[in-house]
């Protein structure tokens, strides 16, 4: 929603009248059409220069939304377009779905060895404020947590609660995450101190790997990006690669050590405080190139690049998470752009509402 504002300011501030000029475009929020003036190409088609300055947005693609289009809403007032809501998860039956199906997919990519001794696991879906209630400074985001109560003799009551509106093939990602914290908990021996970034890249790990049975390569690229684990899944993953999945939960149940990759290859991050309740926690900027949409006007075009706008043949810098890209739009076409990465030999083409990591 920030990004979107910005997005919007942007163009407040960089209004230019132009000559009139119809297209062949149709506004796909209110249907009017040919469209002339300013027109902003989203993911999903055509939007006119009225609907674009709309107040209400879809909070997974920033299609603007009229009063009348009765969208999808979660309960802290997130709304979700028409296009978006097929694959948007809802609905905490919906959210328990996904739960399961990740569940029993981890189980066959893994084997029995990850299936829970308490099968019982209480699913539940909650807004955003629900994290903002918990006082926490990231309290913005979250998109999982998971919590396992131990009684005297060992018995586990295990808790998910997962973030609302998120897309499905995402919150499977988030799922299986909380679900791998369920599984530590419950098997760890006490005696077996695990380091934080362990813990969390095990979790990553078994994401990244049902990700991968599910072919979505683009996800796991994210889960590699993301700094989370102070780089440590990327050494699970080799480490996975090499061994099997199998060596890595063994070592949870067996090992002694409290981390996984040897201490020469682990990087000397600060140790966190281990605790049994787990967060997912996204980074605060983008990791990868986004474009969002073009901008048309007259003969003018704009590629809104993770929300700065870019005429062809300009240049300028996007902060993503882990550093600063000196960006040159090389050309705007019809639904895509191509980019030139300074330091990057190959040119990037992004499609309209397609986001590519930048190696
Ligand atoms: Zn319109
Ligand atoms: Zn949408």
């Known amino acids: 929603m920030r990004r979107l504002a910005l997005i919007l300011l942007l163009f407040a501030s960089a209004m230019v009248s132009s000559a009139v000029e119809t297209t062949n475009y149709t506004c796909i929020v209110c249907g009017k059409g040919p469209l002339h003036g300013r027109i902003w190409l989203s993911k999903w088609g055509a939007v006119c220069g009225d609907c674009y300055r709309l107040e209400n947005h879809c909070s997974l693609c920033g299609l603007p939304m009229r009063d009348g289009d009765n969208p999808a809403k979660t309960g802290d007032g997130r709304f979700i377009c028409k296009f978006d809501r097929p694959n948007a998860v809802l609905d905490v039956g919906e ?35 629900y994290w903002s209630e918990k006082g926490r400074e990231d309290g913005l985001h979250k998109f999982g947590f998971s919590y396992t109560r131990k009684s005297r003799k060992g018995n586990c009551t295990h808790e998910v609660v997962l973030l609302s509106g998120r897309l499905r093939a995402e919150l499977a990602a988030t799922a299986a995450h909380e679900y791998t914290h369920l599984w530590i908990n419950e098997i760890h021996p006490t005696e077996h101190a695990i380091d934080g970034d362990t813990i969390e890249a095990i979790c990553e790990l078994s994401a990244y790997k049902l990700l991968e049975s599910r072919s979505q390569p683009e996800q796991q690229q994210k889960i590699l990006n993301n700094p989370y684990t102070h780089g440590e899944i990327k050494e699970l993953v080799a480490l996975e690669k090499e061994n099997g999945m199998g060596y890595i939960l063994n070592w949870v149940k ?106």
Do not use: W, Y
Not at 104 to 122: C, K, Q, S, Y
């Open 254 to 359: 067996n090992g002694s050590t409290t981390r996984l990759v040897s201490a020469a290859a682990a990087r000397l991050a600060p140790v966190k405080p281990r605790t049994i309740a787990s967060t997912n926690i996204p980074p605060p900027l983008p990791e990868a190139l986004k474009l969002g949409g073009l901008l048309l006007d007259g003969q003018s075009r704009h590629a809104i690049i993770n929300g700065m706008s870019f005429a062809a043949g300009e240049t300028k810098s996007i902060s993503l998470l882990d550093r600063v890209l000196s960006v040159r739009c090389r050309e705007i076409h019809r639904n895509e752009a191509v980019l030139e990465i300074d330091g990057l030999l190959n040119f990037i083409t992004l499609k309209i509402g397609e986001e590519k990591f930048v190696p």
């Open 95 to 129: 959210a328990r779905e996904v739960f399961t199906s990740t569940r029993r997919d981890l189980v066959e990519l893994f084997g029995r060895g990850i299936a829970l001794n308490f099968p019982d696991v209480t699913v539940n879906l909650f807004d955003v404020d």
